[in-house]
């Protein structure tokens, strides 16, 4: 009787350790943010691009140096000024946002499209991880990249001979710079969940991404537009991503009158984001196109 008893406390005491370890059935293991979780699917996206640097950072970097060198060469030798500064010192601001919003919708309009054509999606799915988690991780990795990659850019720029560009307002290229990051990681992360094969993506890239950052006045100020055209790139956001961060550095922009004409721009870039992230995690939620 006294060992049956004894077995019987064990058994009562393993059945306390286990409940304590493990909550009821149905209740969540993990409570609040899943920062392993989350920690991992950032250092995943982040290491696949990484492991080809020299396509996903140098490449990028070379080709909007490039674009200095073209438009230098075409526009620069006559000592044609903007805003006050010579004209390649004009460009190389919006070149560097230009590289860094490309290479963020780049890479966040990979990560889910690629599962879904190899048949890999469910490695997204499956894990522990909340919509908003599997959002942040993915649009964190993409702004990686972009800030990877606008170094590169901003490093080669300045050891260009006739460029002098510095930091007047240190604010402005965080917010904007970031910004511009995250407006195309989330552009990328829609794309990518609404696209079915690559041929999807790359229709994005090539008719709206690259128009408008074509269009956005990074290598022309908008004062030299027609009305109609002016107007045009007032609704265009990549503009006062370019002219914001612009601002940070020459101290002057065509956004408007004062600093408060680019406080307000980076205001209304800041809800433009928070509605693309909202967005994103509403598409992420309903499974749209991921679990039907």
Do not use: C
Not at 133 to 159: F, K, S
């Amino acid at each position: 009787m006294a060992n049956q008893a004894r077995e019987t406390s064990i058994a009562a005491e393993d059945t306390a350790h286990v409940q304590r370890r493990f909550p009821p059935q149905g209740e969540p293991l993990i409570q609040g943010i899943n920062r392993g979780g989350l920690w991992t699917l950032y250092i995943k996206e982040v290491r696949r691009f990484l492991k080809v640097q020299t396509q996903t950072i140098w490449a990028p970097a070379v080709t909007t140096l490039l674009f200095l060198v073209i438009f230098t060469v075409a526009l620069g030798r006559q000592g044609r000024i903007v805003l006050g500064v010579p004209f390649a010192t004009f460009i190389a601001p919006g070149l560097i946002a230009m590289g860094m919003m490309q290479n963020a919708f780049a890479n966040s309009s990979f990560s889910l499209l690629v599962g879904k054509i190899q048949g890999t999606i469910i490695d997204y799915l499956m894990p522990p991880l909340s919509e908003g988690e599997l959002m942040a991780g993915i649009v964190a990795a993409a702004t990686t990249r972009a800030i990877a990659v606008g170094g590169a850019v901003a490093a080669a720029i300045w050891l260009w001979p006739g460029v002098h560009i510095s930091v007047a307002h240190a604010w402005a290229v965080v917010w904007f710079g970031l910004m511009g990051a995250v407006m195309l990681s989330f552009l990328g992360l829609l794309t990518s969940l609404w696209a079915e094969k690559f041929d999807h993506a790359a229709a994005v890239t090539n008719f709206v991404v690259a128009p408008l950052s074509l269009l956005s006045g990074t290598f022309y100020t908008i004062h030299n537009l027609a009305p109609g055209f002016r107007f045009v790139s007032f609704a265009n956001p990549f503009f006062y991503v370019i002219s914001g961060f612009r601002y940070g550095f020459l101290g002057d922009s065509d956004i408007g009158e004062g600093a408060s004409a680019v406080i307000w721009a980076a205001f209304g870039l800041g809800l433009f984001n928070l509605a693309l992230g909202v967005l994103s995690y509403w598409l992420l939620r309903t499974g749209w196109k991921l679990k039907s």
